[in-house]
């Protein structure tokens, strides 16, 4: 190796390199990630090109829909489920998406999603047996009563992508995310963007014209600056998380300070699509730890080889009054 690549392999942080070992064990743990690189259906997607309006391929017509502002997209995305018994819904695994919602009993379920799967919001334990409702959920136990959930892989994997609605009770949607394979309750517009900002994959404008379209262009789903659902950090993170997915170090070093530009370039280069992948969603996925008015950190938890891990990454703002990432 050149002693230009190895300073600038040195100037890549420790969050990185750690995101590269991790993503070796991601390919073991979720094999289907490898199949977002063929199929679209189901997945929603985001123009790079274009200040990242969002699209949803229905499984049902394999058209694209114009996904808006995240008040549209909660709408469409209702219009567009299908419905469900609870006794089918319970084959598919509960996914969790950070959001701010309330959350009555500090359990990490907010409330409305215990509503829609029937755990009480008042108690940590709802079947009282000594593990915390959302430990269950994630071990594949029942955080009803006794015994496992019963899971259905091939439900499930056939069922990818759809949006449903629970038909038996009062209309609750969820979103059945191909990669993840796991379902995402939609029970407000906040969550309905935190699901296309966490799971949005980056397509550039001459490969989505390759999709029929079943309606004309909508709204960008970024909100407006003074719309409190996103602030201006977020939008250059959410934004350098969606190149990262689509692998367009031309679009991504954008949203970095100059002195990242090299580094950005030479790391997207050699990591593969899926390292690219969940590090896009590991970006997309953090939550704001500290700010100040010139300086925003945001953070996510991974694990590897048993240990958790925190990443963290620093927007800060420029004299243009522009925001930019300052690591990676």
């Avoid at 819904?89 to 009555?104: H, Q, R, Y």
């Avoid at 689509?246 to 990591?271: D, G, L, Q, R």
């Amino acid at each position: 190796m050149g002693w230009k690549k190895y300073i600038m392999m040195n100037q890549i942080s420790n969050g990185v390199k750690k995101i590269l070992l991790i993503s070796l064990i991601f390919c073991i743990i979720l094999p289907n990630i490898a199949r977002s690189e063929t199929a679209l259906s189901g997945r929603i997607l985001l123009q790079v090109e274009d200040n990242g309006q969002a699209w949803y391929i229905s499984p049902g017509d394999e058209k694209k829909y114009g996904l808006g502002k995240p008040d549209d997209a909660f709408i469409l995305m209702r219009q567009l489920g299908v419905g469900i018994s609870n006794e089918d819904l319970a084959k598919i695994p509960v996914g969790f998406s950070t959001n701010n919602n309330l959350d009555s009993d500090a359990d990490w379920l907010d409330d409305n999603l215990e509503i829609a799967i029937g755990t009480d919001k008042n108690k940590k334990d709802t079947d009282a047996d000594g593990y915390d409702d959302k430990i269950e959920l994630t071990s594949g136990y029942n955080p009803l009563g006794a015994g496992k959930q019963a899971i259905d892989a091939r439900f499930t994997q056939n069922n990818a992508g759809k949006i449903f609605l629970q038909v038996k009770k009062n209309g609750e949607a969820w979103y059945l995310e191909p990669i993840t394979q796991k379902r995402y309750f939609l029970g407000r517009p906040s969550d309905a963007f935190q699901v296309m900002r966490t799971f949005g994959l980056g397509i550039t404008n001459a490969d989505l014209e390759k999709i029929p379209a079943d309606q004309p262009p909508v709204a960008i789903i970024i909100p407006p600056l003074t719309d409190p659902i996103i602030t201006p950090a977020e939008n250059t993170l959410s934004l350098a998380a969606a190149a990262i997915r689509a692998a367009s170090a031309a679009s991504a070093v954008s949203y970095f300070t100059p002195n990242m530009h090299k580094p950005i370039e030479y790391s997207m280069e050699h990591m593969s699509k899926e390292s690219l992948l969940i590090l896009a969603n590991i970006l997309s996925g953090s939550t704001l730890k500290s700010s100040t008015a010139t300086k925003k950190t945001y953070a996510n938890e991974v694990y590897f080889q048993g240990e958790k891990h925190t990443v963290r990454f620093h927007v800060e703002k420029q004299p243009d009054e522009e925001w930019l990432m300052t690591n990676l």
